[in-house]
């Protein structure tokens, strides 16, 4: 079965500097990823995907990710944090080898402090 | 990608009433699909919307609780029946367009009191 998970309930990080949302995965076939973001008070946002090729995928906003098959993970990074990317982060992954169902990590709450 | 309407974006609600939400779609899809989102936890799938036929619930959910209406490509309502305050909770709908990629409506915001 597959699975997702997000270690960290919560990130904490000032403006400016890096930041790093953790995603690890499981699934019997080759994943497809995926990041999405919800602001307060809205549905959730494409972020940007994994589905084959380059490890690395740039994303909206400046985010990028690196899925890294040996570690079966696929973290969110951004090299320069602002307050604006203050928001609740899912990590979601679907197996292609069956079923197609895309499950959701339980979600990273990230905090920019000014 | 495609936009979502969905309404109402927030009720507030008594229990053993019910309430339908409501999601329109600016272009023809074949599945549509409704999601629960409790307080301080993930999304969970209830079930997929196909047009001409029966919804497809996952585990733990069933029609009479949630009943679903998908009557053309664009539009599909869910409704929460004999509502209790176990069912607060952000509904969502969303539509795939492509690869697995998901655009979501923003969201019904549900209160039982």
């Known amino acids: 079965a597959q699975s997702v998970a997000q270690p960290e309930d919560q990130v904490n990080v000032a403006e400016g500097n890096p930041l790093t949302v953790k995603c690890t995965y499981s699934v019997s076939g080759n994943p497809y990823l995926f990041w999405y973001v919800q602001y307060p008070n809205r549905g959730l946002q494409f972020l940007l995907k994994?589905?084959?090729?380059?490890?690395l995928v740039k994303g909206s906003y400046g985010f990028e990710a690196e899925f890294n098959k040996s570690q079966t993970s696929f973290h969110l990074k951004k090299p320069s944090a602002l307050v604006s990317d203050s928001a609740l982060y899912f990590c979601a992954v679907r197996d292609n080898t069956g079923g197609f169902k895309t499950i959701f990590g339980a979600g990273t709450r990230l905090f920019v402090k000014a | 990608s495609a936009v979502i309407s969905q309404k109402p974006s927030r009720d507030i609600c008594q229990r053993g009433t019910s309430l339908t939400i409501q999601c329109q779609v600016d272009s023809q899809v074949t599945m549509m699909f409704w999601y629960r989102q409790q307080p301080g936890q993930s999304l969970t799938l209830i079930a997929t919307?196909?047009?001409?036929?029966?919804?497809?619930?996952e585990s733990g959910f069933v029609i009479d609780k949630f009943p679903i209406s998908r009557p053309n490509l664009t539009f599909s309502t869910l409704t929460v029946s004999n509502m209790s305050p176990e069912d607060s909770s952000i509904y969502l709908c969303?539509?795939?367009?492509?690869?697995?990629?998901?655009?979501f409506g923003s969201g019904t915001r549900l209160t039982v009191v």
């Open positions: 969303s539509v795939e367009y492509g690869q697995g990629t998901y655009t």
């Open positions: 994994y589905i084959t090729g380059d490890n």
């Open positions: 919307a196909n047009q001409g036929s029966e919804a497809t619930y």
